[in-house]
């Protein structure tokens, strides 16, 4: 049972954005927090960004203040708008969901592949 649908990586250059999407099925969406995870080769997986079924959120001092998390809650749908992008960004990105901010680890997408490259 398909319970994320991710879509929005790509290729983009140094400086340009790219803003990923993940639906989820209603059961997830409507009572967890959402988040989204990356791992870069080598390394090991890194929360950038969550948000609480309230709409709180909080990011990684790595993209913080270049990226912004949103929900729609009427498409239960998450979001992550990443602007300003470095090459350091390059990495799968996982949408995923858990009871709060704390816990974001408890479903997992397939992951998207984002490449910052010129």
């Known amino acids: 049972q398909v319970q994320f649908v991710e879509s929005g990586g790509g290729l983009v250059q140094p400086g340009g954005s790219l803003r990923l999407s993940c639906a989820a099925s209603?059961?997830?969406?409507?009572?967890?927090?959402m988040g989204w995870y990356r791992r870069a080769p080598g390394k090991q997986y890194e929360l950038v960004a969550g948000i609480s079924v309230g709409g709180r959120e909080n990011y990684a001092d790595t993209v913080k203040g270049r990226s912004t998390i949103s929900r729609d809650n009427a498409k239960n749908t998450v979001y992550l708008q990443m602007n300003s992008l470095k090459p350091e960004d390059t990495a799968v990105y996982y949408c995923?969901?858990?009871?709060?901010?704390?816990?974001?680890?408890?479903?997992w997408g397939q992951g998207t592949q984002v490449t910052v490259s010129s």
């Open positions: 209603g059961s997830i969406f409507n009572n967890n927090a």
């Open positions: 995923s969901a858990g009871p709060n901010l704390a816990t974001l680890n408890r479903y």
